[in-house]
């Protein structure tokens, strides 16, 4: 069993940036991929990127290319998505997902295990 409890979120203008943080129980975090993903009001959840076990690999979607950085700290047992240059439409629930076997997808049925998910708002 795996519970991920994400942080960070907030209300921030356009053109601002935020960094959301996603913390992992359990011993074996390190050899998961993970990978984070948005709903926002009236839509279907999406993807946004995901990253390898090692860190090695990152994946995101064209939305945020560019502009969001996935990252973990493995010692931490921590995910991270430095997101830059926000604009209205990133406005969403955030999510971070595990997947325990295999590698990252950016297929949400891929995924095992679900935070809570946290806020982002962005003003125009």
């Known amino acids: 069993q795996v519970q991920l409890v994400e942080s960070g979120g907030g209300l921030v203008q356009a053109g601002g940036s935020l960094r959301l943080s996603c913390a992992a129980s359990?011993?074996?975090?390190?050899?998961?991929?993970m990978g984070w993903f948005r709903q926002a009001p009236g839509k279907e959840r999406e993807f946004v990127a995901a990253?390898?076990?090692?860190?090695?690999?990152?994946y995101y979607a064209d939305s945020v290319k560019g502009r969001f950085t996935i990252s973990r700290d493995n010692a931490k047992n921590t995910v991270y998505l430095r997101m830059n240059s926000l604009k209205p439409e990133d406005t969403a629930v955030y999510y971070c997902?595990?997947?325990?076997?295999?590698?990252?997808?950016?297929?949400?049925?891929?995924?095992?295990?679900w935070g809570q998910g946290t806020q982002v708002t962005v003003s125009s």
């Open positions: 359990g011993r074996t975090f390190s050899s998961y991929a």
């Open positions: 990253i390898t076990w090692s860190g090695a690999g990152t």
């Open positions: 997902a595990v997947r325990s076997k295999y590698g990252p997808s950016p297929s949400q049925v891929a995924y095992d295990y």
